[in-house]
C-alpha cells in the first residue's frame, strides 16, 4: 500500500509498505476522510519524539472498516467508523487506573503516526477495534466528523483538565482548531466570561461565534495585563492552554486565581524547562493546579462527542477552511499545516 511518511527528522515522502495485518481484536480501515495537525508538524519538523524512519503519518480520520479480527463483536466490514486519534490498550493497569492514554507508558496510547503507521496510507490498523473505533452517526457528514478524531477531544480534554464550572471566569490560550473546541467546550460547560487569545481574525471570530466574551491579542501587549485589566486584578478561575510555547504557564500562573486551575493541551515542541514565577505561584502554596494532559481517546468518548454534532450543539463544519479531494491530496493538506497561511484554520482531505 501507498501512504505519506515522515522519512526522518524534517524529511517527508511517499512511500509503499506491506499492507497491515489484522490480529484477532483488531480492524483494518481504509480512509474515508483525513486530516493533518499541528502535532505532525511537531513530529516531523521539530523531531519532537525523536527519529522516526518511514512512519507513515496521521492521527485523524474517518473511514471504512475493510477487516476486522474473528474475536470483534460489534462492527463488522463495509462499517463507515470515528477513529480517535488515541486508541489504548484498554486491559492494561494504566487504563484501569483512569489513564488509558498512558497506557504501555507514557503518552503510549497515541499509537497512530507516534509508535506506528498512521492514517495518511492506503490502510491502517487499529487495535482493539470495538474499545477503540464509533460508528460514524447516520447523516453526519465525514469531512467535519474527521474533529472528532482529535480536535474535539483534545480541546474537549482541555476544559476538563481545568474543570471549567459554571459561571467561571475562563481564559483559552491559543485558539487554532483545539483551542477553539477548549472554547466550545467552555461554553457548553458554563464559563461567564471567556478570554480567547490569539491574533488570526478569522480564528478570532470563530472564537467569539463558539462563545468567547472577549478576544486578547497576545501581539497587542502582555496577555496577563490584558486579562487582569478585563478582571478589575482578579484573574481568571481556569486558563486552558491550547498554544503558546513553554512561557505559557508562567502567563498563566500569573493571570489564574487562587485556587485556580491550568489545563494544558499543548504539545510543547521545544524548549528545555517550563519556569514559572515563585512569587505569583504564591511561593509554592497559592493552590494554583497545573495539569497537563494528552485526551484519553477509545470509543465511548468518540460516539458521545459525536452526538453533540448530531444535535447540532457543537458545529465543526465553520473549522474546515481548505478542502481537498483525493489521497494524493494528503502531502498538500500537511504542507499547508506546515506552513500556516493566515487563512488557514483546519484542512480536511476526502478521498
Ligand atoms: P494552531 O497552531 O493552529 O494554534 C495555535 C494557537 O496559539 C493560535 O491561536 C496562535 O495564535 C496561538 N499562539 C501562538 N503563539 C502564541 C503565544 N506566544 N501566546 C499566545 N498564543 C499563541 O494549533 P492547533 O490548534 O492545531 O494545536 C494546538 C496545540 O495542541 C498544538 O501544540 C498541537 O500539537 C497540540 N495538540 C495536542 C493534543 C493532545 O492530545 N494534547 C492533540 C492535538 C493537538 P495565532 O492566531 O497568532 O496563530
Ligand atoms: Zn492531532
Redesign the pocket.
Known sequence: MKGFAMLGIGKTGWITKKDPECGPLDAIVKPIAVSP??????TVWEGALGERKDMILGHEAVGEIVEVGNLVKTLKRGDRVLVP??TPNWGSLEAQGGYS?HSGGMLAG?KFSNFKDGVFGELFHVNEADANLGLLPDGLDPAPAVMLS??V???F??AELADVQYGDKVCV?????????SVAAATLRGASHLFA????PD??KLAKEYGATDII???EGD?VQQVMDKTHGKGVDKVII????C??FD?AIKMVKPGGRIG??????SGEFVRFSRVQSGCGMGHKTIV????PGGRLRVEKLSSLMVTGRLDCSKMLTHKFKGFEHIEDALML?KD?P?D???PVVVI
Open positions: 495537525c499541528t502535532s505532525d508538524i511537531h486519534a488515541i492514554m497515541w482529535d480536535m477531544p483534545t480541546g480534554h482541555g490560550v491559543g485558539i487554532g482548531p483545539v483551542g477553539l473546541m487569545v490569539g491574533s488570526r480564528c478570532c491579542n497576545y501581539k496577555i491550547a498554544g503558546g510555547d512561557d505559557t502567563q494544558n493541551v499543548n504539545y510543547l515542541g497537563g494532559g494528552l485526551m499545516m500556516k493566515k488557514l484554520i483546519k
